[in-house]
């Protein structure tokens, strides 16, 4: 079965931290960029941060120095680590699978999301 199943959101205080994680299929991690968008109310969905394959990573300018992302390629899990959380970064979390090889090659998946909320 093909799926991404995201997890870990919830609400925190501002600058406390918060560790997403998402349980992607075998087929979809192994051969995907694994990326992490949200999305906070009336605003477009945005890149948060990718990791190919081979581990490089790429992060949106307004979380750079505060967010890590992770895979854990024995547990097909990728992982976003957020940290000195603001109430901007006030969203829905989604996890992404863009495919780049193998038999599903061009597919791009993605996770329901989960809802970080950051306020006091």
């Known amino acids: 079965q093909v799926q991404l199943v995201e997890s870990g959101g919830g609400l925190v205080q501002p600058g406390g931290s918060l560790r997403l994680s998402c349980a992607a299929s075998r087929i979809i991690f192994s051969f995907s960029t694994m990326g992490w968008y949200r999305q906070a109310p009336g605003k477009e969905r945005e890149l948060v941060a990718t990791?190919?394959?081979?581990?490089?990573?790429n992060y949106a300018d307004s979380v750079k120095g505060r967010f890590t992302i992770s895979r854990d390629n024995a547990k097909t899990t990728v992982y976003l680590q957020m940290g000195s959380l603001k109430p901007e970064d006030t969203a829905i979390y989604y996890c992404n699978g863009a495919v780049v090889n193998g038999i599903l090659r061009g597919g791009n998946y993605w996770g329901k999301g989960t809802l970080v909320t950051v306020s006091s």
């Open positions: 990791i190919t394959t081979a581990g490089s990573t």
